[in-house]
């Protein structure tokens, strides 16, 4: 009895969020309305205007360009880690990636204001500059929406490479020799047999990571620039919407800029919820054995 | 007895310290059906795997002495075993098809791998036809490979397996999950396929062995026993141990 | 027919380009530790572990008081937390298997993908809104409502190592089920418990964002639960953000307390979870 009461704490905590959110942001979102609130573009603390498609913008983008960057590596490194490398390599860098999970976000924010900043600054940015693609156009300042990306796709590769490596684990060995079998070389039996029968338990995975890129805050807020704009440049400062509730919740000037930064925090909660069930159940599809990925 | 296609000399094998494999030599002629039988755990997989170069696959494998396939040591520099597995095809003890692609698909697995053109409808249809599989699965060849029962798996295994024309083929007790139909669909098999490639056949089945086979070769303790022609095999071994196996005394 | 030699050159093509992965993954790690160690460790003294922080412009000045809140939030932090969180492990692991259990499991799941910053937001909601002030007590519950989901399933993980037998053994003695599963599970699965606290203090400890709001900050000592208290990551993202050069020093130094501190629990929290589990 004791016990089930304690174990229904979770979900006692889950209400509570959920309540508490809807209590301090509802109203204002209720007010405005959900879709002008997220398609207005302006938000102007001094003439009481919130819209939060800057903040939507800024976390879709520094989000998607992490994900952009991370997924590959992360894929690469779990493929290196399970299929490639001898099992001693293995057992030896396990152990440096889950520090980098370990690593409090505001020492990666730290690093990423003093080292990726100034590097992306000069030489990065100039470099990508001569590409003349649009999303590399602007002043080479090194703070914006690509000094934020990378610094998160730093944060997700563990994210992402733990959980690929479990469920690369969960492909029978048989369809690794299958495709041996019939004269594949190494990298074709990953293609072929493991990375098809692995697909699902991957996007999940990547999934876990985007909501982790999502709601990351501390690092994003040291090196985005923190301007409530929407650029096309990757080199533009823009904004996120946990950086936008971490800068001005505490110093809010009235219950109006209170509300609105709470309805930003009511959209972000939404989103990364419906992303973690979502991965969730694709993960956990995967994990019950050999799921049937087929269709 | 025609050209030698497989000659084994001297083959030790381990998995870490276990000694798999203890000194084995013989030789498989062109065209015949060879059959490994003995009790669980003697060597039988690991002798087999040793001809495609799958053993080496294993963590902590290890392995001596030779292995010729058309006098060509397979460990000599200039094998590539990922061209020798093309030639020396494996069918494994229970039915792996690839569970993401269709049957279709399943069959020309291994001609995409290789980069073999040509065309694709006709040669599935042969490789089915061959491993018996065709006219229960023609109508729906784009279906999950998964929704086709243990049986017809394995069968659509060896199609996949003789798509790409191999000149050897190993089989690790293909017929252990089939019913007595589905077995003896491939042991006709088996007996066609003698006309054009060389076979070896693990098996538990001393009755499928006698049936199948031109030689049998009986392994027990990671060793040769004894090989020979499988009528002597079994009416006339000439080991106890051998005789005591096939009338069932032991294993 | 394609040619081997092309194959083999694909193949060791994404071979190399795996282990590049590799690379890519540890320079960043090693590019931060690298800086973390070598700035922070000039600035370290005594004076930094003892005294609070110095004004603008004048030299000295230390983190004493933001260690120390830290550690307070924290323990705040854990007697609300760790109750609740353990206890759900528990839970999960002796009775979680019906729908219920299903249902705890994977909303604890779920909720340890929730931002921290949203748990900022619920603990002010909860403790500043009402209280009027932020508080260490507001930033000990955000921190607790991070801790409770991680906790739970980390416990139930540990608590499932323990033998089925040693349960049964004790129920046949005629034990009642719910002291059987205190005394005898409790007692032999400690070790995992303590490992799965070490773990999530350590996260806690590393928290910024749910604080900013709740415990905000402060430059003198403080160790009433109705006041705004410092905090180390709360210092360093202070100090990192402002312009002065001798701050950012002392974020870096503060950065490397703060990693010797989370590192230290991890590491402890792994020798005890190997000593227990060979
Ligand atoms: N991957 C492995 N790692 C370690 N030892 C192994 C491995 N595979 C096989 N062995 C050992 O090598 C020996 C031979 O095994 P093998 O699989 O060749 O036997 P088998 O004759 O095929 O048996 P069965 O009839 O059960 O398939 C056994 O003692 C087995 O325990
Ligand atoms: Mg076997």
């Known amino acids: 009895m004791v016990l089930t009461v304690l174990g229904a704490a979770v979900l006692v905590v889950a209400a509570v969020i959920v309540a508490e959110l809807l209590r301090v942001g509802g109203p204002s979102l209720a007010q405005t309305g959900l879709w002008s609130f997220v398609k207005n573009s302006v938000w102007d603390v001094t003439r009481d205007v919130y819209g939060a498609l800057p903040f939507i913008y800024g976390t879709l983008v520094t989000s998607g360009v992490a994900l952009l960057l991370a997924l590959p590596v992360s894929v690469g490194l779990a493929l290196f880690l399970t299929e490639m490398a001898p099992p001693r390599v293995r057992s030896i860098v396990s152990f440096p990636i889950s520090l980098l999970a370990g690593i409090p976000s505001v020492v990666y924010g730290l690093w990423g204001l003093f080292v990726l ?101 501390m690092a994003v807020t040291m090196v985005i620039g923190n301007s409530p704009t929407i650029r096309a440049s990757l080199f533009a400062p823009g904004y996120t919407l946990p950086a936008v509730i971490a800068n001005e919740f505490a110093e809010a000037s009235g219950a109006q800029q209170t509300g609105a930064l709470a309805a930003l925090g009511l959209l972000l909660f939404a989103v990364t919820v419906l992303l973690n069930i979502a991965a969730r159940l694709l993960v956990r599809a995967v994990r019950r054995g050999p799921a049937r990925v087929a269709a | 007895m025609n050209e030698t296609k497989i000659e084994v000399q001297k083959l030790n094998a381990w998995f870490k310290t276990t000694h798999a494999l203890k000194d084995v030599s013989l030789t498989v002629p062109k065209n015949t059906v060879l059959a490994i039988i003995g009790p669980s755990g003697c060597g039988k997989s690991t002798f087999v795997r040793c001809l495609n170069r799958m053993h080496e696959l294993v963590p902590g494998a290890r392995q001596s002495g030779k292995v010729l396939v058309d006098g060509q040591d397979l460990h000599a520099r200039r094998v590539d075993p990922v061209d020798l597995r093309r030639r020396v095809g494996m069918v494994f003890q229970r039915p792996n098809p690839f569970p993401t692609m269709s049957i279709f698909d399943n069959v020309v697995a291994g001609l995409r791998l290789n980069g073999i053109r040509g065309n694709y409808d006709e040669q599935v249809e042969k490789s089915l036809r061959q491993a018996a599989l065709w006219d229960e699965v023609k109508d729906r060849l784009q279906h999950s490979a998964l929704s086709l029962s243990g049986g017809q798996q394995q069968r659509l295994c060896i199609a996949r397996s003789l798509a790409i024309e191999p000149e050897v083929l190993l089989m ?20 066609d396929l003698r006309a054009t490639l060389t076979i070896v056949i693990v098996t538990h089945n001393m009755q499928q062995a006698a049936r199948v086979s031109d030689a049998t070769a009986f392994f027990y303790l990671g060793e040769l026993v004894e090989h020979g022609p499988t009528e002597e095999i079994f009416t006339n071994p000439r080991e106890p141990r051998t005789e005591d196996y096939v009338t069932g005394k032991f294993g | 027919m394609k040619s081997l030699g092309l194959r083999r050159g694909v193949n060791w093509a994404m071979t190399a380009l795996c282990a590049l992965a590799l690379l890519v ?65 528990v839970y999960l692991a002796e009775r979680g298997d019906g729908p219920l259990g299903g249902a705890i499991r994977f909303t604890a799941e779920v909720l340890s993908g929730v931002p921290s910053i949203i748990i900022g937001i619920v603990a002010y909601a909860l403790v500043v809104l009402p209280m009027r002030r932020f508080s260490a007590l507001a930033g000990g519950v955000a921190l607790a409502v991070l801790m409770v989901p991680t906790l739970a399933r980390s416990t139930e993980e540990l608590v499932r190592l323990v033998p089925r037998s040693l349960r049964e053994a004790s129920l046949a003695l005629g034990v009642s089920e719910w002291r059987t599963s205190l005394s005898v599970v409790l007692r032999t699965a400690l070790g995992g418990i303590l490992t799965a606290i070490l773990l999530a203090v350590a996260r806690a400890a590393g928290e910024t964002a749910p604080l900013l709001f709740t415990a905000l900050n402060n430059q003198y000592w403080n160790l009433r639960a109705d006041q705004p208290t410092a905090s180390l990551t709360v210092q360093i993202y202070n100090y990192a953000v402002s312009p002065y050069q001798d701050w950012h020093d002392k974020a870096w130094s503060a950065a490397l307390v703060l990693l010797l501190l989370v590192g230290t629990l991890s590491l402890a929290a792994r020798l005890l979870a190997r000593n227990r589990f060979r």
Do not use: Q
């Open chain 3, 25 to 89: 993954a540890l320079v960043p790690l090693a590019s931060l530790l690298w800086l973390v160690i070598s700035r922070g460790l000039a600035g370290l003294s005594w004076d930094f572990f003892t005294s609070t922080p110095a004004p603008v412009g004048e030299s000295g000045g230390g983190v004493a008081n933001a260690i120390a809140g830290t550690l307070y939030i924290v323990g705040i932090a854990c007697l609300i937390g760790v109750p609740l969180g353990v206890g759900a492990g």
């Open chain 2, 172 to 191: 690790d007790e293909p017929a252990s999950a089939l019913d007595p139909i589905a077995t003896a669909k491939i042991e006709e098999l088996i007996h």
């Open chain 1, 117 to 217: 900043v100034p590097l992306l600054r000069r030489p990065v940015e100039p470099l990508l500059a001569r590409t003349h693609l649009p999303i590399f156009t602007g002043a080479p300042i090194g703070l914006g929406y690509l000094a934020a990306g990378i610094v998160l796709a730093i944060m997700i590769l563990p994210t992402i490479t733990s959980i690929a490596i479990e469920v690369l684990r969960t492909v029978p060995g048989s369809l690794r020799e299958a495709a041996l079998a019939l004269g594949a070389t190494r990298w074709e039996a990953i293609r072929t047999a493991v990375l098809p029968y692995a697909r699902t338990g991957i996007i999940g995975a990547t999934m876990l990571g985007l909501g982790r890129a999502l709601g990351e805050t």
